[in-house]
């Protein structure tokens, strides 16, 4: 007996030696990746500050493009909501109000180039689209005193666009407006209130003069095509590391606001939701962007509002419909009411 314990206890330690010896190899190999990227990082980004980083850099990965890969839009190009026959009545759009100048931006055309570079009554702003968080957010573009212009890193952390600023070339995190490498590092833009509604609904409280933003050169994509087909009722996040939320599908839609979320299929059902002096309605109408290869095709998963009561009516208030698994990565401790297990 004594001769098989010590027979059984030594393969145990051989067992555990190897399994420590294949983790430590893991994390070598890893550690290598990191150092072979950031080499690659400093000599494509030379203007780029990497002492300064908020994150770790095996957190942040190739999306695929290199930098600008996927085009910003700098000069848009826009047509009155009346005169668009191409766009459908249910598509996307995110819509902004600056100073009663009405604007909206197709995701037909975002989901193709993630940044628009605008300006709006005298405010600079960024209309920007993550596909893969499914993250709509409009940013005022003015920092301490100093206009900033963005572009797209071509890389990812947590499945979500990285973008830069061309005059630090800081690296910010679209999800939540901080920059997380680089000399800005710890800074964070304003988020302006938008949404995400359909075109019908955006021409209805806009009017048919309202602004639209069109395709610089329509030939130059495919726009009205969808190159994320059935993405968002897939199980699996694309290009996503962290530990995915338990209990509930990872890219069920959630109403993000602030560190707060609420299930949009618990909101569909309600209708209309009262948090505090939050008022979160729904009402159908409008297609998913991933859904169908024509995002004019696409399922209706409804327009959302959310607004907060105040002595001159209710207010609109920054927020996106995202992706669970996007709102716990960004948010670990926060809630996602009507969705939690």
Request: proline content about 7%; overall charge negative.
């Amino acid at each position: 007996r004594r001769a098989l314990c010590s027979v059984s206890m030594g393969t145990k330690l051989a067992t555990l030696g190897a399994a420590f010896a294949l983790t430590a190899f893991s994390a070598s190999i890893e550690a290598r990746a990191t150092d072979v990227a950031r080499i690659g990082w400093e000599m494509a980004w030379p203007k780029t500050d990497f002492s300064k980083h908020a994150v770790p850099f095996d957190e942040i990965i190739s999306g695929g493009p290199p930098k600008d890969g996927i085009p910003p839009i700098d000069a848009p190009v826009f047509a009155a909501a009346g005169s668009l026959t191409e766009l459908g009545e249910m598509e996307p759009v995110i819509s902004v109000e600056v100073e009663g100048e009405h604007r909206a931006y197709p995701l037909r055309v975002l989901i193709w180039h993630e940044i628009i570079n605008d300006e709006v009554e005298g405010v600079p702003i960024a209309v920007t689209y993550c596909p893969l968080c499914n993250s709509a957010l409009v940013f005022d573009r003015r920092l301490e005193g100093r206009t900033h212009s963005f572009g797209t890193t071509g890389n990812l952390r947590h499945s979500d666009l990285l973008m830069y600023d061309r005059e630090t070339e800081s690296w910010w995190q679209q999800f939540i407006g901080e920059a997380i490498v680089g000399t800005l590092t710890g800074a964070r833009l304003s988020v302006l209130p938008s949404r995400t509604e359909s075109f019908a609904l955006f021409k209805a409280r806009a009017g048919a003069d309202a602004r639209v933003l069109i395709p610089n050169n329509p030939e130059a994509r495919a726009y009205g095509r969808n190159p994320y087909v059935r993405y968002d009722t897939s199980d699996t996040p694309f290009l996503y590391r962290g530990a995915l939320p338990s209990g509930h599908r990872p890219l069920a839609h959630v109403v993000v606001v602030g560190g707060e979320a609420w299930s949009l299929d618990a909101l569909r059902r309600a209708g209309t939701i009262a948090h505090g002096d939050l008022i979160l309605t729904w009402a159908p109408g409008q297609t998913s962007a991933l859904d169908a290869a024509a995002i004019g095709e696409g399922r209706d998963i409804g327009n959302v509002t959310v607004q907060r009561a105040s002595g001159d009516g209710p207010r609109d208030v920054p927020h996106m419909v995202s992706f669970a698994f996007a709102f716990r990565a960004f948010h670990p401790d926060g809630p996602i009411h009507g969705l939690e297990p």
